[in-house]
């Protein structure tokens, strides 16, 4: 049976993940964190795409900055981050196939899939020169459309990642016993069903479990929506059969390999946002990406779990429009 993680102990696990220490970090101020508006004012749109169609939010004017989430989310997710960067560009952030507003076409929902739908949405939208903003797997789509398409994409900004360093992993003992153990479950096929498909874990309690704020009935709605069936909720349960452990899938093993390589010599302008104390990025792995990356630029944002956008937006937000209007 999958035990129940608690928020700590999810927390504590990653930490193992992440590389050891070699610079202090300042711990964020606790001040009263402002009220997030849980409601979306930014207008929703549909193109064809393949078989299926794709949901979007747009809004501005400019040159292309494209935002993509990950697992269990959608594009709701950034849309109190958009408006600091629509003041000045066209921002789209589209909801990947399968979730958020988007079609249900018949496939597996792994990675391979959510890259052919994207490459087909961006081709459909007509998109150039474009600025990436990825989230979970949001931002390992977005740093493979980079290194396949290096020509398109000017910029990428990335945060809590499903990147190196946390993976891949050598083992589910090397992800510790609270971290390893839900993997493992979340894998099996049939408790993997069960806490996944049947019980909308992602939904219902990882979400919202990685978020330091409450979330209010608004939210709750519209990121269960999408997944109130539970045939829909197979990308949900996709993704963490993606994440590369024990050398499997060896298709993620590959993907992952190739991202840090293009990492190491991609010349373009890069930005981390990071938060305290994280989860996939904590600050000890920030060191990690600056000795990496040459052109990076790191912004640290302040209190936030993994779903920071839902704690920190305005920070996000200023970072990223700071951070285009020098680069």
Do not use: C
């Given at each position: ?5 608690t ?6 696990s ?51 900055v ?31 196939i ?64 499903v ?38 874990k ?7 479990m ?18 109130r ?57 920030v ?14 944002v ?5 779903f ?20």
């Open positions: 049976m999958l035990k129940t993680l928020r700590a102990a999810f927390v504590a990653t930490s193992l993940m992440a590389p050891q220490p070699t610079i202090a970090q300042d711990v964020a101020h606790k001040l009263p964190a402002p009220p997030i508006n849980e409601e979306l004012s930014i207008p929703r749109h549909e193109i064809a795409v393949l078989d299926s169609t794709m949901s979007y939010l747009e809004q501005g004017e400019g040159e292309v494209l935002f993509l989430h990950g697992n269990p989310s959608a594009a709701y997710l950034w849309r109190n981050v958009m408006p600091f960067v629509s003041e000045n560009h066209r921002t789209i952030a589209v909801d990947l399968g979730m958020g507003h988007s079609g249900k076409p018949d496939i597996e929902y792994r990675f391979a899939d959510h890259a052919r739908y994207l490459d087909a949405f961006v081709e459909a939208m007509g998109l150039e020169r474009i600025t990436l903003v990825g989230h979970d797997w949001g931002a390992a789509l977005a740093w493979d459309f980079a290194r396949r398409h290096p020509d398109e994409v000017v910029r990428l900004a990335f945060m809590e990642g990147l190196p360093p946390a993976f891949p992993q050598p083992s589910y003992e090397a992800m510790g016993e609270e971290m390893g153990g839900m993997f493992r479950a979340m894998r099996d096929p049939q408790e993997g069903h069960r806490t996944i498909m049947e019980n909308n992602f939904v219902e309690q990882i979400l919202p990685m978020i330091n704020r409450p979330l209010g009935d608004m939210a709750r709605s519209e990121y269960g929506l999408p997944y069936q539970v045939e829909d909720r197979l990308p949900t349960w996709a993704w963490p059969r993606e994440v590369p452990i024990e050398g499997e899938p060896a298709s993620s093993v590959t993907l992952m390999t190739d991202i840090q390589s293009f990492m190491a010599e991609t010349r373009m302008p890069v930005l981390l946002a990071y938060a305290e104390p994280g989860v996939l990025v904590p600050p000890l792995a060191p990690f990406y600056t000795g990496l990356i040459q052109n990076l630029e790191t912004a640290f302040g209190q936030g779990l993994h920071i956008q839902e704690d920190q937006p305005v920070a996000i937000g200023r970072a990223l429009a700071d951070w285009l209007r020098r680069k």
